[in-house]
């Protein structure tokens, strides 16, 4: 048999089990060699979390450790992917590359450049549909349009028969090389002292999945909006990195579906289930409409007034604007480097509505704290909760007050991260208007920095005379 060489490709693939890259590589090849490129555009990205960084770095080395366990190798080089690659390819005698798709702006400008400098060096290119269930050019309206709302998008993706997780390889051959390293994070300029509510890596990622898939899933329904509960899956990170694949957490929830033992638990499933609908929507409304990454999916709000008060900003950020549900979910990110998604609404409906700051400095701060911040689903959250994206209910405002009540009644979460309010009364931390000034000094803990129902009029006004002016112009 012709010695036939691949490299394999690693971006947010960094697992063995259910890769398509690294499967076929390995089925059509006799020698595969994994590669890993610490790209400084990503690393040196003001927008980049540290603790992305450090769960990328642990990830990277322990899927070094899978490949030596199975006979092979994996690289680490820093640099920029086209040089990396096609000097590499040239070193080992590659004839071809594989990787994994990608939908996010700078990936597919990235994979479009290796791939017409691979091409010019006679390096054959397979870029494989990973990333999604179905390409995101595979479903479309009847004629033949993206869809632009999810319920639609849903009802079509949902009922499509979804691809088998790919086997891993049981041995891989690579060729002769120098392994490299990925740099300490200090050398970086990332470093990470932090603590996360998730391990990195694949074993993590699938000891985290069977743990959802064991209790958890069939609780979520009724659990996953409780911030005082572990109700949610904590998948963010591993699906966002790639140590788990979409295409195995798919058919575990549906086994799971057939599993359960009563309609409750069915239903729990589905929930879950159309939470990775959501994710697969945001990736394909940010592979159709590309400029969502830098403004306004509906672009008339590109001349939406928000106000620029830098201060309340700031203390949105500490976790200091007097409502105590949105100061401990702020604290909760600020610490952990993750949030409760439900508070993650919580807060940019505080941010937008009430503070009327631009969700793009929202945006912001959140891909630079979360470890699990993924460009499409924190863009399609940030839109969707300032009114400016695809939702077809452009006004919902959260009030804090009423989700302190219905979703911590009692006050677990907003104590176990305001610790210097555990004294506190409960209906004062719940309901701001009950928390009285007294009381507030006593603690320690500031006023509210803005009232919620002069500020929601405030941004609804706004709304209206920006809607106006919208149905002159088109008049």
Request: hydrophobic content about 40%.
């Amino acid at each position: 048999m012709t010695d036939r060489i691949a490299l394999v490709w690693h971006r947010r693939d960094l697992r063995v089990h259910d890769n398509p890259a690294l499967n076929r590589a390995a089925v059509e090849n006799t020698r595969v060699l994994g590669v890993f490129v610490v790209d400084p555009a990503i690393i040196d990205d003001p927008d980049t979390a540290p603790a992305r960084v450090y769960y990328l770095r642990e990830s990277v080395l322990e899927l070094q450790r899978s490949y030596a366990e199975r006979g092979g190798l994996l690289v680490v080089r820093l640099g920029e992917p086209a040089a990396v690659l096609a000097e590499l390819a040239t070193a080992v005698g590659a004839t071809a590359v594989h990787f994994n798709d990608d939908v996010e702006p700078y990936a597919r400008e990235r994979d479009a450049r290796v791939g017409a400098v691979l091409t010019a060096r006679r390096v054959a290119v397979h870029a494989h549909p990973e990333i999604l269930l179905h390409p995101a050019d595979a479903v479309r309206t009847q004629q033949g349009q993206p869809y632009t709302v999810f319920t639609p998008f849903w009802r079509n993706w949902s009922v499509k028969p979804k691809p088998k997780p790919f086997a891993a390889p049981e041995r891989l051959q690579s060729p002769a090389c120098d392994p490299g390293h990925f740099p300490e994070l200090a050398a970086l300029g990332r470093p990470f002292a932090g603590a996360l509510l998730v391990r990195p890596g694949e074993r993590a990622a699938r000891e985290q999945l069977d743990a959802v898939i064991a209790g958890i899933l069939y609780r979520y329904g009724g659990e996953r909006d409780l911030p005082a509960v572990a109700g949610t899956s904590q998948m963010g990170a591993h699906l966002k990195f790639g140590t788990v694949g979409i295409r195995e957490v798919w058919l575990r929830t549906q086994q799971a579906w057939k599993a359960a033992t009563s309609d409750e638990a069915r239903a729990s499933v589905a929930v879950y289930q159309q939470e990775l609908g959501w994710r697969e929507f945001y990736k394909y409304v940010l592979y159709h409409f590309p400029y969502v990454a830098e403004g306004p999916f509906r672009r008339e709000f590109e001349r939406f007034q928000w106000d620029d008060d830098e201060e309340r900003f700031e203390r949105w950020c500490r976790g200091e604007t007097g409502y105590p549900l949105v100061d401990a979910a702020m604290r909760q990110l600020n610490t952990v480097s993750w949030m409760h998604n439900r508070l993650r609404m919580v807060v940019a409906s505080f941010l937008t509505k009430d503070l009327l700051i631009d969700y793009r400095r929202g945006e912001r701060y959140f891909m630079q704290k979360l470890v699990d911040g993924d460009l499409s689903a924190n863009n399609g959250g940030w839109q969707w909760a300032a009114s400016v994206g695809t939702d077809p209910k452009p006004l919902r405002i959260f009030n804090p007050s009423t989700q302190a009540e219905r979703y911590d009644p009692e006050a677990r979460y907003i104590r176990l991260w305001l610790p210097e309010l555990a004294p506190a009364d409960t209906r004062a931390l719940l309901k701001v208007e009950r928390f009285t000034p007294l009381e507030r000094s006593r603690y320690g803990y500031p006023p509210p920095l803005v009232d919620h129902a002069r500020q929601q009029q405030r941004f609804k006004e706004r709304y209206r005379t920006l809607k106006d002016a919208q149905s002159a112009d088109s008049s």
